[in-house]
T-cell receptor, first 115, second 112 residues
């Protein structure tokens, strides 16, 4: 089945530094989504990508949909303490068949920001 | 606009019992999907409903079932609970299956 490899598994950075994380897939996806999850809460949608090559920003966050449709990355610039949390990538295939509503998630990147 | 609402937030059940979890999607959203999150397996897809029809199901045993009502609210049921069913159960709603998916806060189920 489809698998997503997300890296790094964890990051320890100083406040103000930039962060980069990425996901690669063995299969093609038509949509990439990036989420942030705080302990005990549900994932919060950060950025959605729908086209290969698309580069989208949301404040200090920038994400790109890889041109092969098998990867995506997320950058966070000038990190602040509230960026702490677990970041997940999620991919979705074509609507229809076995892909209806199904998001395949990466294992998550645990981000720690030291003030 | 209200977000996705899941009830209850926390549940403690005994092995062998059954449980029903509820999800109210964002107003206007017709697609509801369910996920199980555990430390070992991460986020795993359970099933997806659209207009009261289950269109997709993940690789979970038949003890896991769900349904969707005409107002798009959804419930999932787990029968004959096992210790390994302890997890955070998350519901996501979207306008359609290919649109942005927004998650609720989840229901933390503990089976003892």
């Amino acid at each position: 089945g489809q698998q997503l490899n997300q890296s790094p598994q964890s990051m320890f950075i100083q406040e103000g530094e930039d962060v980069s994380m990425n996901c690669t897939s063995s299969s093609i996806f038509n949509t990439w989504l990036w989420y942030k999850q705080d302990p005990g809460e549900g994932p919060v949608l950060l950025i959605a990508l729908y086209k290969a090559g698309e580069l989208t920003s949301n404040g200090r966050l920038t994400a790109q949909f890889g041109i092969t449709r098998k990867d995506s990355f997320l950058n966070i610039s000038a990190s602040i303490p509230s960026d702490v949390g677990i970041y997940f990538c999620a991919g979705r295939g074509n609507a229809g068949g076995t892909s209806y509503g199904k998001l395949t998630f990466g294992q998550g990147t645990i981000l720690t920001v030291h003030p | 606009k209200a977000g996705v609402t899941q009830t209850p937030r926390y549940l403690i059940k005994t092995r062998g019992q059954q449980v029903t979890l509820s999800c109210s999607p964002i107003s206007g959203h017709r697609s509801v999907s369910w996920y199980q999150q555990t430390p070992g397996q991460g986020l795993q897809f359970l099933f997806e409903y659209f207009s009261e029809t289950q269109r997709n199901k993940g690789n979970f045993p038949g003890r896991f079932s769900g349904r969707q009502f005409s107002n798009s609210r959804s419930e999932m049921n787990v029968s004959t609970l096992e210790l390994g069913d302890s997890a955070l159960y998350l519901c996501a709603s979207s306008m359609g299956a290919g649109d942005e998916a927004f998650f609720g806060q989840g229901t933390r189920l503990t089976v003892v």
